[in-house]
């Protein structure tokens, strides 16, 4: 692929999704999508994909509402009588703020803008070796959504699937993120608070691991004193 | 599966989704899904749904504005700037009534709720042999997405993806609709007129078509005399 071909980057407005618009601009012209679906920490998300959007010169932008995400329900970021649980996720145990195949939305909607669009392929940011353990991290899922975007398009539109951080740890995250020059102050994990993060959540505490495995301090202000 | 087991049926309010949510309702308590998405006809779509939700008492609805795919456009139904275009459609060639990827959102949203109602599948009338050559209504789409459900949900999710006329003709489909008592004049398949059915846009043909081959009349009101 030339540096003159177009891709869409999937752009949460965290660490993992800064890091694969890093990764993806090194090659490429970029159009950068952000989804909103209700979750608790939607408004400081949706300002950091802009400042990321700013920083890496994104040659278009889409934020999309997915509505049925706010009306299904079903996970702890989405519901709030559903508490965000605290600590370090649980090997083999889906979590709380797994949001049921909510990447399926973000990715139909990429590859939708992607095809009209003439994009060569869609950047995703997923973690899963390093994760909470979502299914829709899972690098088969990943694949399989390709092939079904294959199918599902225009014979001369064939847009690759790539998550170049699929097995990654979040440290590794962390040190290649600083070596690009990542804004990581740009970016946001937290779960459940908008102004300082509560350094509580799995989303924090990954984060937080992270920075300390590679050695670094991360840049964001926090409630309580970072966990040891 | 039995008749206790919960399906989501995806109901646009044509003829098609009509005679599948006949199809579901012998074995299964049916819950049903609509997607919004700009189209010219949004409204009239909208109140075929309802009336076919009360018709199978739907024991629940939901209905999914996918604004990305109004902002995106790239398609006659949903770009007031591009015609829609009457006529049969033609082999081969995919039309521009064609919305990019559309139906993989309305599966995404079917599978994230029914993953939350514990349903055991998602049941679709999409139809690709005597069809408008949209690309995601092949059959291998489909199983493609099925598998990308199985890998992107809970483990305990189980979601089989039904398309039980994907292999229908039109007028096959009258047929089964009349000897199922579909109420066919609660449908809406017009591109373009939410009045009376323009009679000359693709869905208007394939679907007079239908009623012709069958050998019946189709109960909608015709803006111009039925095409012979």
Redo the contacts between chains.
Sequence with gaps: MSNESLVVVCVSGGMDSALTAALAVRDHRVAFLHGNYGQRTESKELACFHALADHYAAESR?V??F???R????SSLTDARVPVREGEPVEGV?PTS????????I???A???G??LGAVAVYVGAVWEDSSGY??C?P??YR??E?????????ETSLRIVTPLIDLSKAEIVRRGLRLGVPLEKTWSCYQAEDRACGACESCRLRLRGFREAGSTDPLPYRAPTPA
């Design positions: 889409l999309v509402d509505s049925d995400l009306q299904i329900g079903g889906v797994y949001v049921p195949f909510r990447n399926a939305h990715l139909a909607a590859v939708s803008w095809e009209v299914p829709d899972r088969e899922f399989a959504f092939e079904a975007a294959r199918l599902g398009t225009r014979p």
